[in-house]
């Protein structure tokens, strides 16, 4: 019986150290919980040109807008940019379309207003933007007039969220 009420002192001793070391993490000042965390970077929008014609955005004619979307953070994002005839989760090219988190957007006097886009047949999935990878973006549009325009992506943390942040690339002009 001896042995017995040793090996209880014992367990009870590893249990309350136990209980002491995780009452007493170490606080190192970073947040624990992922979706209030702030992601060092941010997703961008680069363009190769600052002018296109109508027959460029066209999509029977033209090859379209054709951006560099990257993700400088050093997290994963997501965003409905795919294309649902694809399955997979992690695409290339992405697309501005219908239905999309993304937007061709004109300028309007001090207002931006969304331009319809080109109509992807299987429509629009969310896929994910992952950290230090950039992906080509297609906008293509058949309303498109002489006029400023800009691209803008929502996205958000996780793929079942609902968008929280959005990217806008500089300014370009159609003619």
């Known amino acids: 019986m001896h042995g017995w009420a040793d090996m209880t002192k014992r367990i009870f001793a590893l249990l309350v150290g136990g209980a002491l070391a995780a009452c007493s993490g170490y606080d190192n000042g970073q947040a ?3 979706t209030n965390s702030i992601a ?5 929008i680069a363009l190769p040109k600052t002018v296109y014609t109508t027959t460029e955005l066209n999509p029977s004619s033209g090859p379209g807008v054709r951006a560099t979307l990257g993700n400088t953070a050093d997290q994963a994002f997501y965003s409905r940019l795919g294309d649902a005839f694809n399955g997979a989760l992690d695409q290339n090219p992405l697309f501005v379309a219908n239905g ?4 061709l957007e004109r ?7 969304a331009v319809t886009g080109a109509v992807l047949i299987e429509g629009v999935k969310v896929v994910s933007l992952q950290p230090g990878k950039s992906y080509d973006l297609i906008a293509q ?8 325009y800009r691209i ?8 079942t969220a609902e968008p929280t942040q959005r990217a806008v690339s500089a300014t370009f002009e159609v003619r």
């Not at 999309?100 to 937007?103: G, P």
């Not at 803008?152 to 793929?159: F, G, I, L, Q, T």
């Open 32 to 34: 624990t919980d992922p």
């Open 40 to 44: 060092a970077g941010q997703i961008t």
């Open 100 to 103: 999309s988190d993304a937007s």
């Open 107 to 113: 300028e309007q006097g001090s207002d931006w207003v």
């Open 141 to 148: 549009t058949s309303a498109a007039t002489a006029g400023r």
């Open 152 to 159: 803008v992506v929502a996205y958000r943390n996780s793929a």
